[in-house]
């Protein structure tokens, strides 16, 4: 299967930093790539689709200021936790559309945030 | 909101014994997937089914895609300690974005 890398695998910050994920198609090239995130025994929530060369499109509820998605290139799109909070805490997951196989969608390993 | 309801959410079972996971939606999906997800990775694609009746078989386990394409559901025959994980199954829709069942948390006892 096509693979997605993610990082950092996680990592801990202070209320009011900003982090950067990234995440990366290894073997494919992927025009649009997702971003979820996955509370503690719960499923996956789409926060917003990252087209590349173009603006984000983000899911009701979720802030674009807050959520800063750059898909710059056919393999990567970041997205920068801005001005992170406690409740940012969460596990961040992004996924890539392969559309050589039936636009199916291959998960990155997650990171893992925790603002303090 | 295309909603796609996933049950059982948890299901704690004994080495051997046979369990069905379902998922079903009032919306009609293009195609639908099923991942299984260990605790701190990203899930990880087990099948997408796309024909509406379609069986795929992948080793004990057995998924079917609804004939109306608005369900799906899931076989573990003789489940083993090893398929213990949080299955999840996801409906493609309009831009092909997906849309998540709440997960069903599987644990198999040996």
């Known amino acids: 299967g096509a693979v997605v890398s993610q990082h950092p695998s996680w990592v801990i910050c202070k209320s009011g930093t900003s982090v950067k994920i990234e995440c990366r198609s290894l073997?494919?090239?992927?025009?649009?790539m997702f971003w979820y995130r996955q509370f503690p025994k719960q499923s996956l929530m789409l926060m917003a689709t990252?087209?590349?060369?173009?603006?984000?499109?983000?899911e009701q509820g979720v802030e674009k200021d807050k959520f800063l998605i750059n898909h710059a290139s056919l393999t990567l799109s970041t997205l920068t936790v801005t001005s992170a909070h406690p409740e940012d805490s969460s596990f961040y997951i992004c996924?890539?559309?392969?559309?050589?196989?039936?636009?199916?969608?291959?998960f990155g390993p997650g990171t893992r945030l925790t603002v303090l | 909101t295309q909603l796609l309801e996933q049950s059982p959410q948890f299901l704690s079972i004994q080495e051997g014994e046979n369990l069905t996971v379902y998922c079903n939606s009032s919306?009609?999906?293009?195609?639908l997937q099923w991942y299984r997800q260990e605790p701190g990775e990203g899930p990880v694609l087990l099948v997408t089914?796309?024909?509406?009746?379609e069986v795929k078989k992948l080793k004990r386990l057995t998924f079917q895609f609804g004939d109306a394409r608005k369900d799906s559901s899931l076989h573990i025959t003789a489940a083993q300690p090893g398929d213990t994980g949080l299955y999840l199954c996801?409906?493609?829709?309009?831009?092909?974005?997906?849309?998540f069942g709440g997960g069903t948390r599987l644990m198999v006892k040996p």
């Open positions: 996924s890539a559309r392969d559309l050589a196989k039936y636009n199916e969608q291959f």
């Open positions: 073997d494919f090239q992927a025009t649009t």
């Open positions: 990252s087209n590349e060369g173009s603006k984000a499109t983000y």
């Open positions: 919306s009609v999906f293009s195609s």
């Open positions: 089914v796309v024909t509406g009746g």
């Open positions: 996801a409906g493609a829709h309009a831009g092909n974005m997906l849309t």
